[in-house]
């Protein structure tokens, strides 16, 4: 390598000349550390110092375009946008929530749970099912899911938390809990999806005709929090 070349590309490790056999041949796959050194220096040898690519200039004509939506929550319907105030307030009430939940976290995360206690691993699916609902509960629903002629008995077995029970409740509170667990700094993935969530929040408030004043007060909420608490302020309501 030219004097000139060893000043833009400097070595990272000193390798001075191999001593190696006289039947040295450098096609064969390396058989000791020293080969592969030499191996390496023949290579580098080989390349030349400047590469000019090949590029198509009609290629360049064309301009490409990218399609990224950056769009922001709609405006709430006129009357019903939350003051700053009102903003600011609900922001301090939910870090007061997330701050008692960490206390609690901590707490019992430093208690040791009873000997005959043995938690499923994450991926256990089944574990989990029987660690929520017990022995008992999960054997019933199970037997009972296996005959698609026998209807479930709940009035025996209970309701447990399926997805078909917890889609009928107030699903704000839901994920109200959900933001509330969230931690801090957000994962790329979480980012993206309480935006969509705000936007779709801002999409239904939009689309409201009773003008409910509850259950827009309610994703009023959940835009706030995930605009002004997790900073995405450019989905933020303009205050009133």
């Excluded at 003051?83 to 701050?99: C, E, G, H, M, P």
């Amino acid at each position: 390598m030219e004097p000139g070349m060893e000043e833009l590309m400097p070595r990272l490790l000193p390798v001075g000349d191999c001593d190696l056999a006289e039947d040295f041949d450098p096609t064969v796959p390396p058989r000791t550390p020293q080969e592969y050194l030499k191996r390496v220096q023949i290579e580098a040898a080989r390349c030349p110092d400047v590469v000019v690519a090949q590029i198509d200039p009609r290629k360049l004509k064309k301009k490409p375009t990218v399609n990224i939506s950056i769009s922001g929550c709609q405006p709430a319907p006129e009357g019903y946008s939350p003051t700053l105030k009102w903003q600011q307030q609900q922001v301090a009430n939910f870090s007061a929530v997330r701050q008692s939940l960490n206390k609690h976290r901590n707490h019992w995360r430093s208690q040791h749970l009873d000997s005959n206690v043995t938690m499923p691993k994450s991926e256990d699916e089944e574990g989990w099912k029987k660690f929520c609902l017990g022995e008992r509960v999960y054997s019933e629903i199970d037997a009972l899911s296996d005959n698609e002629n026998l209807g479930i008995d709940y009035l025996k077995v209970g309701f447990p938390p399926l997805l078909s029970i917890v889609s009928r409740m107030n699903q704000g509170r839901w994920l109200y809990a959900l933001l509330a667990c969230l931690e801090k700094p957000l994962l790329p993935e979480a980012h993206s999806l309480i935006r969509q969530l705000a936007r779709r929040c801002s999409e239904v408030r939009a689309l409201e005709e009773s003008k409910n004043e509850e259950q827009i007060s309610a994703l009023n909420l959940i835009i706030c929090l995930v605009s002004r608490y997790f900073d995405q302020r450019d989905l933020a309501d303009e205050p009133s």
